[in-house]
């Protein structure tokens, strides 16, 4: 049992949640796309956007329990394209750095240019390994706590 919003009865972890995804899935997306979209060089922004864009999907991922319905495999699937997004957005920062200290930069944004298609073009097998991984990572989600030992 958990707690429920109003923090005055508690309601069955097996309840729907009072969050809608689909909608939060969406806008993560839009984000995501938006910044994608916008020309210029990857800044420390971008690091704290990607973060905050994973924190909110793994806060409120609720796995499928019959995960063999089409149902099942589109929500395995948005959680795995939007995971990967946002670690995309995360790596874009510290790639452009690495791509400038490599000496890539001929022109003002030549490494910001190359490390937005890399991100682009990676978004895709990351997208297939989360996918795959989405099993693990929702147990990992909702396992709990193990017990502190304080009689050492």
Known sequence: ???????????????????????????????GASFFAQPGDWTFLSVVLGAAFLLILLAYHRPQRDAGTVQ??????????????????????????????????????????????????????VTAVVFWLEPRIARALESTRPERDDSA
């Open 72 to 125: 099942g495999v589109f929500v395995r699937a948005a959680f795995a394209g939007t995971v990967a997004l946002s670690l995309c957005i995360i790596a874009g920062l510290p790639l452009q750095l690495a791509a400038e200290k490599a000496g890539m930069a001929n022109e003002a944004h030549a490494a910001a240019d190359a490390v937005t298609e890399w991100v682009s073009w990676a978004w895709l097998p």
């Open 1 to 31: 049992m958990t707690t429920s919003e109003a923090g005055d009865a508690p309601r069955p972890v097996t309840a729907p949640a009072t969050v809608d995804t689909g909608a939060l899935t969406t806008a993560i997306v839009a984000a």
